[in-house]
């Protein structure tokens, strides 16, 4: 089990040496003189809690490099817990460290095993902070199993996921390249009985068809050249499990034949086998074809079609996700971020035009790649659009006078609320501040329906 990682801040060699040799069983401690290597160290290792003293080098016989490190180190990683270490003439310095953030202090001349018990406390409060963070993350409204959505697409598929998750029931799961079919499996497997069992993934489209069949169902030793070994196959593997089939449309016709019979008696043929074996395994699978029009020029069997669309998850485009794409864009921006090590906090409002203006034809994979590369090339704090290789949009009303601009306006909200307000004109002129008269005017002048 890894040691909880502790920093020691002070310009003092010999009480730093002493303090490492006293706390090294219990923690990995690492070691910082001045401001500068004390933030190279929280950047780099990221530890729970921090010892600081605050008299550091340039001024050590001040306390204002000190403050500068506790300043530094909160406002970028405000769980850390600083413990400032003091002497007891400088009361007044810890408690105003206290009030700008730091967690605790603790007097010199230091008694090891005293402040022991404060770093105990210090990394235990940790600790729960973090579980807390996870546990909120995971609740929240914004997350679900990992996936990211708040849009009412996404919410359907949410609680279809947590009816679905606890039968043993094969599931489908439908989508363009890059919706997330994955995840939505893992969500599933997660939630059900199953969840401590294996979760194995294949994808089908991705190894060639001679290969195939050997890593679905295994072989036996000697079954074809280069059969060296006995091999058990996925289903194997995912025993007690889930087996997660990527692009099951994919399928050959004879293998679509064995998956087929698998599902209807929970039996496992090895290549170059005699005997059938039983398997307890869960099948979702996943496709980004349309499989009813593969039934229809054959390339695909209707009677697994119906055997493994029990129930059926269509997963949405990103572009019919109404406010989630930047809720992923600032997610993605967030991880990449940290892993890189790259002070970029967010994105220009150019840039958030952007992103929600295009198109996003690889879904929420491509916009992960994008971002993803945007922060490591990024030279600035924020993403601007020329980071993210996307145009600037230009503004709608460019070209038009004054008249046309505002009719375009006009048309455009009397849309909106209307389609917000299902066609009701008294709802629509009240969200619009005008009368229903004036609303009939409108629409009859725009050419505008309530159909």
């Known amino acids: 089990m890894e040691k909880p990682k502790l920093l020691i801040v002070d310009d003092d060699e010999n009480l730093r040496t002493q303090m490492k040799w006293a706390l090294t069983g219990d923690y990995e401690v690492l070691l910082a003189e001045d401001r500068s290597t004390a933030l190279n160290a929280v950047e780099g290792e990221k530890p729970a809690v921090v010892t600081l003293d605050l008299g550091l080098p340039p001024k050590p016989a001040g306390v204002e490099e000190g403050f500068a490190a506790l300043a530094d180190i909160l406002a970028g990683y405000p769980q850390t817990k600083v413990i400032i270490i003091t002497g007891r003439g400088e009361k007044e310095h810890a408690l105003q460290a206290v009030g700008q953030g730091a967690y605790d202090f603790f007097y010199k001349p230091i008694e090891i095993e005293e402040l022991k018990v404060v770093l105990r406390r210090a990394f235990y409060v940790s600790q729960l902070e973090h579980e807390h963070r996870e546990a909120q993350r995971r609740l929240s409204g914004d997350s679900f199993e990992g996936i990211l959505g708040t849009s009412t697409k996404m919410q359907e598929v949410f609680t279809t996921i947590r009816k679905i998750a606890t039968t043993d029931v094969p599931v489908l799961i439908g989508g363009e390249s890059g919706t997330g079919k994955e995840l939505v499996a893992g969500a599933i497997h997660q939630l059900s009985p199953r969840k401590n069992a294996p979760f194995i993934v ?16 295994g072989h036996e030793k000697g079954a074809f050249t280069g059969a060296h070994i006995q091999r058990k196959g996925r289903f194997e593997l995912a025993d007690g499990g889930s087996l997660f089939l990527d692009e099951i449309g994919e399928l050959s016709l004879p293998l679509q034949v064995k998956l087929l019979r698998f ?162 004109i008294t709802k629509a002129s009240q969200e619009l501040g005008i009368s229903r008269p004036t609303l009939y005017d409108l629409m009859e002048r725009f050419g505008i329906s309530t159909g």
Do not use: H
Request: charged share 35%.
């Open 202 to 217: 294949i994808n089908c489209g991705a190894i060639p068809e001679n290969l195939l069949e050997s890593e679905l169902f």
């Open 263 to 424: 599902l209807e008696d929970q039996v496992v043929e090895r290549i170059g086998g005699r005997k059938g074996i039983e398997v307890d395994v869960r099948i979702i699978a996943a496709t980004n074809r349309d499989l009813k029009r593969a039934m229809k020029d054959g390339s695909f069997r209707e009677d697994l079609y119906f055997r493994l669309s029990v129930v059926s998850i269509s997963l949405p485009p990103l572009r019919e996700r109404e406010g989630d794409i930047l809720l992923l864009a600032k997610s993605f921006l967030n991880r990449y971020a940290e892993e890189n090590r790259k002070k970029v906090t967010g994105f220009t409002r150019e840039a958030c035009a952007a992103i929600e203006r295009y198109e996003w034809s690889g879904n929420v994979r491509e916009l992960e790649n994008r971002i993803k590369r945007a922060v490591i090339m990024s030279e600035g704090i924020q993403l601007t659009p020329a980071d993210l290789e996307m145009e600037v949009p230009k503004p709608e009303y460019d070209g038009l006078t004054l008249k046309e601009a505002r009719e375009t306006l006009e048309k455009e909200l009397i849309k909106k609320a209307l389609f917000q307000n299902q066609g009701n």
